[in-house]
């Protein structure tokens, strides 16, 4: 125990630049503190004490405003960050290496008993406000982004975002330049090396348009081939324009 809180304690030298002495560590980081108090409170949790680990655990949300059931199972070296609001449920499972700022939330969805509550593997990073729901597993070294509501698995070094949280793709999407240009989508920095599956699903919108485009202009082509009087309609292509978009009032 006394190596696992020498590690609590030097981890938040390499995660927070603002620490600067361990005697600060010790005397001022409420995360390291709901961590050592913890440890203690799981420990009489597994001596079957089940009242003195719950007063315990209760002891130290009133002095960190950070609540951990002492039936949770955390690893080495996890960091909480700043804390208020952390709430981590009885079955929760914290693998090594994690990080957790102010507001996280491993909640359970069920009032079921067995496991209902989230586990994390190891180097999961949970950024603040972030809510993670239910009997589901976040993968080693992914990241939850602020405020997402995480109700499904992570994958592995996967980013999830959003509510409900959505993953980010790692593949980059194909390059749609000269549409974008066309109708002036670039201006709204939706970009094509953006991850976003949202990102990705207007693109594929705007190949779709260019698809069309191309397809109306050799229809046209043979109209004017057959002697048909073809214009083209300027005022449509003006209502694509980013200029014009930002001069309606």
Same mark, same amino acid.
């Given at each position: 125990?006394?190596?696992?809180?020498?590690?609590?304690?030097?981890?938040?030298?390499?995660?927070?630049?603002?620490?600067?002495?361990?005697?600060?560590?010790?005397?001022?980081?409420?995360?390291?503190?709901?961590?050592?108090?913890?440890?203690?409170?799981?420990?009489?949790?597994?001596?079957?004490?089940?009242?003195?680990?719950?007063?315990?655990?209760?002891?130290?949300?009133?002095?960190?405003?950070?609540?951990?059931?002492? !039936? =949770?199972?955390?690893?080495?070296?996890?960091? &909480?960050?700043? *804390?208020?609001?952390?709430? %981590? +449920?009885?079955? #929760? @499972?914290?693998?090594?290496?994690?990080?957790?700022?102010?507001?996280?939330?491993?909640?359970?969805?069920?009032?079921?008993?067995?496991?209902?509550?989230?586990?994390?593997?190891?180097?999961?990073?949970? !950024? =603040?406000?972030?809510?993670?729901?239910?009997? &589901?597993?976040? *993968?080693?070294?992914?990241? %939850? +982004?602020?405020? #997402? @509501?995480?109700?499904?698995?992570?994958?592995?070094?996967?980013?999830?975002?959003?509510?409900?949280?959505?993953?980010?793709?790692?593949?980059?999407?194909?390059?749609?330049?000269?549409?974008?240009?066309?109708?002036?989508?670039?201006?709204?920095?939706?970009?094509?090396?953006?991850?976003?599956?949202?990102?990705?699903?207007?693109? #594929?919108?705007?190949?779709?348009?260019?698809?069309?485009?191309?397809?109306?202009?050799?229809?046209?082509?043979?109209?004017?081939?057959?002697?048909?009087?073809?214009?083209?309609?300027?005022?449509?292509?003006?209502?694509?324009?980013?200029?014009?978009?930002?001069?309606?009032?």
């Amino acid at each position: 125990m006394f190596k696992q809180i020498k590690e609590d304690i030097s981890v938040v030298f390499e995660r927070d630049p603002a620490a600067r002495t361990r005697w600060e560590i010790i005397t001022t980081y409420p995360g390291v503190h709901a961590l050592l108090m913890h440890r203690v409170s799981h420990w009489i949790w597994k001596q079957r004490f089940y009242w003195l680990a719950r007063f315990s655990s209760h002891i130290a949300r009133w002095l960190t405003g950070i609540e951990i059931h002492p !039936g =949770a199972t955390i690893g080495r070296r996890v960091f &909480i960050d700043h *804390g208020m609001g952390v709430v %981590i +449920g009885e079955t #929760a @499972v914290i693998g090594d290496d994690c990080t957790l700022y102010h507001g996280v939330t491993l909640g359970g969805t069920s009032w079921n008993k067995g496991k209902r509550h989230p586990t994390l593997e190891a180097g999961v990073v949970i !950024g =603040a406000g972030a809510k993670v729901l239910g009997p &589901i597993t976040i *993968g080693s070294q992914a990241k %939850i +982004g602020s405020n #997402a @509501v995480v109700v499904k698995d992570v994958p592995a070094n996967a980013t999830a975002v959003g509510i409900p949280a959505r993953i980010l793709d790692q593949e980059k999407p194909p390059r749609h330049e000269e549409m974008a240009e066309k109708i002036g989508f670039s201006a709204y920095a939706v970009s094509d090396n953006m991850n976003d599956p949202m990102t990705k699903a207007i693109h #594929a919108l705007l190949d779709h348009a260019a698809k069309q485009d191309q397809q109306l202009q050799e229809v046209m082509q043979q109209l004017e081939k057959l002697g048909a009087d073809v214009e083209t309609d300027a005022e449509v292509g003006k209502a694509f324009d980013v200029n014009s978009l930002k001069n309606i009032d």
